[in-house]
């Protein structure tokens, strides 16, 4: 591990201190191998004073018993039909998770208990059909829920949901997470899916906004394993209510779960309400970040050296990506209005953050932004990332004749020898 790493992690400490996360564990992930590794990762964090809410499914412990019984269950997820028997059975089934859970969580000395906080209605008929006691998440009692989280108790609820008769109503779990994530003013959700149904899907990005999410779920649904489609839609609802983070892990894997809390760039998927990644003009107080960011790439070659008051003199070229407020890459466009003609400069994307697609963006940030100053072609003059300007830019070798006359002669006289590269903007 490296200085910056710690930094990375560091810096995420503060900011998650005393914060409410609820964690919705499938129950396949609980029955899996990795769920000593998870209990453990859930100890860490309340040792940082990260508040923690379990939420469990049962539909892999539902499936076993009922086989154990000999039984059919009518429904495995709370979503369909859940017939008197299969109540049952799924009382019996979760209960017992979360005794099991209980104990897990007290083997790494946690303290745990169990609720019932969710209030349900039942589905009541839809499509014609009598959902009979599959039931919907009315209403989060929070009173019991603060109560154990300010005793520093981790509360952990099953897939069942209570009425006011004493009725018990089998709900599914992924949305039981998010009400109860919405209802405590959590600072996330995250949800550790089961291994195989990620595996079924097409592997998904890293980050979604909600309007990102809506969309993948509407042009790209099919291939997308159901449990896993259904957790991206609660995410996509809960961003949009407002909860600013809902995560979608591999809860089979052992780093999974600290490694996307206190990295930049996580393990698995983030479903976002709140800013994550920004390309924004710098102010004075940015140059000291532009110049410690691009060190080593002058040292290197790669750049040319700049100061700071060469920096300064052209501010309003110079552009920063962050990433939760840390500058990771940067980039400018000095234009040459004269010429029509812009060149890209200073692109550089720090070493910790390499291979995610951000030069890219940044690159196409400055062409984007070079059009609407009404610029024919975009220019570059680069040392080592010719390859990288080719093939993932679309620039193309160019005479120095293409220039504007006095970048010409600078290039001259700094004696880099760079190759020019351009690109037209043209339609
Ligand atoms: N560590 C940060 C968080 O927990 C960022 C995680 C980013 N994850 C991702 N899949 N892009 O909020």
Not at 20 to 38: L, P, Q
Not at 76 to 88: K, S, V, W
Not at 366 to 373: I, M
């Amino acid at each position: 591990m490296n200085v910056s790493d710690l930094r990375e992690i560091l810096q995420y400490v503060p900011r998650f201190r005393e914060q409410i996360f609820v964690i919705a564990v499938d129950g396949a992930v609980a029955a899996g191998e990795n769920f000593g590794n998870v209990l453990l990762d859930l100890a860490v964090l309340r040792s940082l004073s990260i508040r923690v809410a379990l939420v469990h499914g049962a539909g892999h412990q539902i499936r076993a018993l009922a086989q154990k019984r000999g039984i059919a269950p009518s429904d495995f997820d709370g979503i369909g039909i859940t017939d008197e028997a299969t109540l049952e059975v799924s009382i019996d089934a979760a209960v017992r998770l979360t005794h099991e859970i209980i104990e897990g969580l007290a083997a790494v000395d946690l303290r745990a208990g169990y609720v019932n906080a969710l209030i349900a209605h039942p589905f009541g008929i839809l499509g014609g059909r009598d959902h009979q006691f599959t039931g919907r998440v009315e209403r989060v009692d929070t009173r019991a829920l603060d109560a154990l989280l300010d005793q520093e108790i981790i509360p952990v609820l099953p897939p069942l949901g209570f009425d006011g008769e004493g009725r018990t109503y089998r709900v599914n779990s992924d949305a039981a997470a998010i009400e109860v994530a919405l209802k405590l003013s959590a600072a996330k959700a995250i949800y550790l899916a089961d291994p195989a149904a990620l595996q079924e899907s097409p592997p998904l990005p890293r980050q979604l906004s909600v309007p990102e999410t809506t969309d993948l779920l509407k042009k790209d649904r099919s291939p997308i394993a159901r449990t896993i489609a259904s957790k991206l839609e609660c995410a996509a609802r809960a961003c949009a209510q407002g909860l600013p983070r809902v995560h979608l892990l591999n809860g089979g894997i052992n780093e999974a779960l600290l490694t996307e809390i206190f990295s930049h760039e996580g393990f698995g998927t983030m479903i976002h309400s709140n800013e994550y990644q920004q390309i924004r003009r710098i102010f004075k107080k940015d140059v000291r970040s532009i110049m410690t960011l691009i060190r080593q790439s002058v040292r290197d070659e790669e750049l040319v050296r700049r100061t700071r008051a060469e920096i300064i003199a052209r501010i309003e070229d110079y552009w920063l990506l962050e990433i939760d407020r840390t500058p990771v890459a940067c980039v400018a466009l000095h234009a040459y209005p004269d010429n029509h003609s812009g060149e890209l400069a200073c692109l550089y994307v720090s070493k910790s953050h390499e291979n995610q697609g951000y030069g890219r963006k940044l690159m196409s940030f400055v062409e984007n932004l070079a059009r609407e100053k009404n610029l024919n072609t975009l220019f570059a003059l680069s040392t080592q990332a010719i390859a990288f300007l080719k093939q993932k830019g679309g620039f193309r070798e160019a005479d120095s004749k293409l220039l504007p006359p006095e970048r010409r002669e600078r290039l001259a006289a700094s004696g880099r020898n760079s190759k020019i590269l351009a690109k037209s903007l043209r339609p």
